[in-house]
Nanobody
Framework: VQLVESGGGSVQAGGSLRLSCAAS????????MDWSRQAPGKEREFVAA????????YYVDSVKGRFTISRDNAKNTVYLQMDSLKPEDTAVYYC?????????WGQGTQVIVSS
């Protein structure tokens, strides 16, 4: 499974960005998809996930109500809509996929939120 993220960039606090992750090399509808992030000097943390079976979504508390994960199985793409961005959201965001208990990572996309 190969994952390619896009959509990162710089934005002011309160702004929005939408990240995209295109998957290939597997049956996309069988993949549980997720987003994680790693801020400078910190460990990577889970941000959001969406299951393949029922489309249920999961979020870390710090982004609930501001971020929305979604998927388009026809386009083999998962999205992370990020609204009301805060400086503490600054990080490299990684797309992930799980297939048969193996987890795959994308290369990451940088998000910078300035105050």
């Amino acid at each position: 499974v190969q994952l390619v993220e896009s959509g990162g960039g710089s934005v002011q606090a309160g702004g929005s960005l939408r990240l995209s992750c295109a998957a290939s090399g597997g049956t996309f509808s069988d993949l549980d998809m997720d987003w994680s992030r790693q801020a400078p000097g910190k460990e990577r943390e889970f941000v959001a996930a969406i299951s393949w079976s029922d489309g249920k979504t999961y979020y870390v508390d710090s982004v609930k109500g501001r971020f929305t994960i979604s998927r388009d199985n026809a386009k083999n793409t998962v999205y992370l809509q990020m609204d009301s961005l805060k400086p503490e959201d600054t990080a490299v965001y990684y797309c992930g996929a799980t297939l048969r208990n193996i987890h795959y990572w994308g290369q990451g996309t940088q998000v910078i939120v300035s105050s």
